[in-house]
Structures are given as C-alpha cells and as structure tokens.
C-alpha cells in the first residue's frame, strides 16, 4: 500500500528527499559531497554560526551540559530558561513569555489548549501548518478566510455562532513573503472583541525595532494577545516561545499537553538565543542588510520578467505553477551551484509550484544577479 502510494507521488513530481548537509548552513554550503550557494535556508541573519553564538554554547556546555534532564514541570527548567523567558517578554512588551521545543509545538499547544467547545478558530488560509493542526486539534470549530482578505474574516464573525473567537495569521507568510494586514485585523479584533494571535516566526529577529517583529514594526504589540515565534529562524538555533498575558502563560503551563508533556530545550539553546539576541541588537547592519537583499532581489526578477507574486520580504518566491517544471528549473540550478527548493503540493495549492527562494545577510548583491539570471535561463530551458 505505502509503494503505492510514494509511486504516485514519484509519477506526479511530488516525492521527496532530504540532502545531505556536510557542513554549517552559511551562505556556502557543502551538501551531498558538492558545494553549493544556500538559497534554501531560514539562518536569515547568518547567525547559527556566528561566533558569538557558538561561543555561548561552548561556555554553557561546561557548565550545564546538554540535555535538560526532564520536562519544564519536573526537573528541566532552569533560571537560563527562567531568564529568557523575562527579557523575551519584556523585548515584546507582554507580562510574560514560555518557552517550547519548536515553533509546531507551540502553536500546536496554544491552539490545542485555548480553544474549547463553542469556540471558533479563524485562520488566514495561508498560515503555517502547525496552526492549521493546533486547531484540527481543539474542540472548537476550525474556519479559514481567504488569504489576506479581511472582508471574507468580518463576514466570518458577524455570523456570531461561537462562545469565543480566536483570529490567527502569519505576520511574514513562508511561501509567499508577504505581511498580514494587521491594522485591519486589530480594527476586527476590537470590533468583535476577539482574541489575536500572530505568528512570528518568519519575521522576529529581522523586522521591526529590535528585531520585535512586524507587530512592533506597526506598533501593535499592545493589541496583540498573543504572540509565538521560534529561535530556529533569524536566531539561528532551536525552540520557541509564547508571548502573552501572565494568566494566559500560566494557563498554558497548567493544560498544554504539548508543554506538559515534553522534554525542556536544552540550556545551551536559552543561551544560543540569548546570545542572538544580543548580536541583533549590536549588528543592526545584519537585518538592514537582508531587507536590502530582498529589495534587489525582487528588482532584479522584475526586471528578468520573473513572476514574484506578492513577495515585500527577504522571502521571494519564483512562480512557475507545474510541480514537475518546478523541479527541472531546481534541477537546473542544483547542476550550476545553486541550492533552491521547489515547493510542491501539498506546501502550495495545485498549480502553485514555486521555487522558494529564502535570502541571508550574507548574500551578496552579486550572488543574487547570478541567482535571477540562472533562473531566467533555467525556465527557457525547462
């Protein structure tokens, strides 16, 4: 049954397999036994080996160790966690802040855990998988609006058939970079009085003062009721947290299984983020940098006559619509020193194919003229 199935998605272009890293996921990378230019990475700022960090961890492995030895509840909370924790919340303006494994384990929890029977669940339709799964989870009433169109989310809550409601969106969206439109979220919010909760994960440590996010960027931290971003992205590391009011947090740390029952990150990754964050802080030129990137970026696919749809970010998407032609232009490039996903369904709706180009501060201008221009000549040749 399972060859099957795996043989259909061979015939339909969408099978998948992981590479091989051999090496730090720079701006070069060595990847099964070649080199390669890293166009697929999230390390936005370059930041998982910046010296600084590797540093911290270094420091922290003598002193802590590595595994946390148990669940937060238990034994594998610690003042690093406690720590971070703090600065985390008070960078975000909230009473308080819990930290997770993994930005799929916080979402998964929060939606999980807050929503109950009677409750609703509005997501933007383009929000990250773990979203769409922590509200499949719940007991409450799952409904998605078209991407970015709020007219469709205020018909949604008109309707009233709900105890409470829950909107949850991406603020930077990981296929197609483009930003929710939060002011018309927040007007939505206070209109229906519901609950917001944003997802950070591709824009904190990047967007914003401070690396905040772009709820700060719009100055909306205030109207925002919850917040989760992760430390695997512009951090450079791994985990996540949450971001809320003190009640919520404790709430969360009382009935979220998906906290409850897991193992705490090791301490080493606290002060990994810790360190991170101090580096974003002293180096603005690196988030300046990136931002700067995708501007070119999209410029110079403008220019080539390539398709970037929505894209205002460090994430730019290469529209090609075929999952199969999607994957002969990455072939293409892999050949010519290039890594560049193409993102498939079920990732993007039938049709949607793309390659997803994912930009780091570390690029150079020439890096991505050579990109665009290799692109151009891949989709003439595909």
Known sequence: MFKTELDQLQWRGLLRRMRVLGSAAGRK????????????????????????????VREGLDQWGYGSGGSRLMCGNTEVHEHLQRRLAEMLGKEASLIFPSGYAANSAVLSTLAQRGDMIAVDKLVHASIIDG???????????????????????ARGRHRRAFIVTDTLFSMDGDKAPLQELVALKRRYETILIVDEAHAFGCIGPKGAGVAAEADLLEDIDIIVATFSKALGGSGA???????????????????????????????????????IAAEPYRSERLIDNGEYMRRCCYEMKLNTGVSESYIVPILIGAAERSMKVSNILWDRGFMVPAIRPPTVPPGGSRLRVSLMSEHTKEDIYRLCQTIKEALKAS
């Open 29 to 56: 990378v060595k990847v099964d036994g070649e080199e390669k230019l890293m166009f697929a990475s999230n390390n936005y700022l370059s930041l998982a080996h910046h010296p600084e960090v590797v540093a911290a």
């Open 135 to 157: 509200a499949r989870a719940c007991a409450g009433v799952l409904r998605a609006w078209p991407h970015r169109q709020t007219e469709k989310l205020q018909r949604v809550l």
């Open 241 to 279: 947290f949450v971001a809320s009011s003190r009640e919520i947090i404790d709430y969360l740390i009382n009935r979220a299984r998906g906290f409850i029952f897991t193992t705490g990150i090791p301490t080493v990754n606290c002060l990994a983020a810790e360190a991170a964050l101090d580096v």
